[in-house]
């Protein structure tokens, strides 16, 4: 079964309100040891939801850079 999932995108703020707007019940934007951006979501069946901003200074994109 799935237990959890993950979005990423550029622009965390639009994506929530975008959701709240549409009575989805979004967690606060919270920034993790990893220094991504991070608001949560759980769907009907208990599966929790990432939302996702990886910004500049976050942990993933500078592994992602280093990758390029």
């Known amino acids: 079964p799935v ?8 622009t965390l703020a639009g994506s929530v309100a975008n959701l ?11 920034v993790g040891v990893s220094k991504a951006q991070v608001a949560r979501i759980r769907d009907p069946d208990g599966v929790q939801i990432e939302v996702m901003q990886m ?8 592994a992602i850079e280093a990758w390029r």
């Open 55 to 62: 910004g500049a200074d976050s942990l993933q994109r500078q």
């Open 20 to 30: 709240r707007a549409r009575g989805v019940t979004v967690g606060e934007v919270t």
């Open 3 to 10: 237990r959890h999932g993950r979005f990423l995108n550029t």
